[in-house]
Every structure is written in structure tokens, then in C-alpha cells.
């Protein structure tokens, strides 16, 4: 399953990836990355450390520490976004 299905993100790209979840983004994010390079780099630093050892090499990708660590990451760089208006 692709991390824009897991994640309630937009439908699947015509190359097997996803939009990104950042709401005002609709660029396309690859099937094994969350969002999209610009906002992933938006994510604090502690965050994107939960995401990935949430993720344990894929060993925890359905988990539900995974899925509260993206789902944090994304609301974070909403509200950056929503601040920056």
C-alpha cells in the first residue's frame, strides 16, 4: 500500500506515487516517501526522527506509532504554513 493511500493523501500518481499531504500542495511524492522533498524538509528535525524509527525498515510502515508520526509531520508543516500567511 502506498504512504498516499495509508495517509488519506490524494489518489495514486500515474507512476505508482502519491500527492503530497501538505493540504496547499499538489505536487507529486514518491510511493515510498511521505510528502513531497520541499515539505519533508519543513518537518522538524524531531519528527522526521519519529517517522523514521517508527518505520524500523519498514518492519513498522502499518504500525500505528508509523502512522501518528506522519500524521504529526504533516499537521506540523500545515500549521508552518498556515503561520506564514
Do not use: K, N
Not at 495514486?12 to 511524492?29: F, I, K, N, S
Not at 518537518?43 to 508520526?69: I, K, Q
Request: one cysteine or more; charged letters at 25%; a positive charge.
Amino acid at each position: 500500500m502506498s504512504a498516499g493511500r495509508r495517509y488519506g493523501t490524494h489518489a495514486r500518481t500515474d507512476d505508482g506515487g502519491h500527492r503530497c499531504p501538505v493540504r496547499v500542495c499538489g505536487q507529486d511524492a514518491p510511493a515510498e516517501r511521505l510528502m513531497c522533498p520541499g515539505h519533508w524538509r519543513m518537518v522538524p528535525a524531531p519528527l522526521r526522527r519519529a517517522v523514521y524509527g517508527a518505520w524500523r525498515d519498514g518492519e513498522g510502515a502499518d504500525s500505528p506509532a508509523h502512522w501518528a508520526a506522519c500524521q504529526a509531520a504533516i499537521r506540523a508543516v500545515d500549521r508552518q504554513l498556515e503561520a506564514g500567511r
